[in-house]
C-alpha cells in the first residue's frame, strides 16, 4: 500500500466514524459507570468545575 492510498484509506474510515456518529452508532460508553481516573492533586480550576457539573447533573438525574 502506498502512502497515498494509506491516507484515502483513513480518510475514509474517518468519514464513516463521522457517519456512524450522526446516526448515533458508537462503541462509547456514557454515563455512571464510566471508568475514569481523576486525581484530585492535579486537577485545575476547570477539573473542580466540570466535576462540580457532573455531580450536579447526577443530582438532577436521580431526582427525576
Do not use: P
Not at 16 to 31: E, P
Not at 38 to 62: G, I, M, N, S, Y
Request: net charge negative.
Amino acid at each position: 500500500m502506498t502512502n497515498h492510498e494509506s491516507n484515502k484509506e483513513l480518510r475514509a474510515n474517518g468519514l464513516a466514524q463521522q457517519a456512524d456518529l450522526a446516526a448515533g452508532k458508537t462503541d462509547l460508553v456514557a454515563g455512571k459507570a464510566e471508568d475514569v481516573e481523576f486525581a484530585q492533586e492535579l486537577a485545575d480550576a476547570a477539573d473542580l468545575e466540570a466535576q462540580e457539573r457532573a455531580r450536579q447533573a447526577d443530582e438532577r438525574a436521580q431526582g427525576r
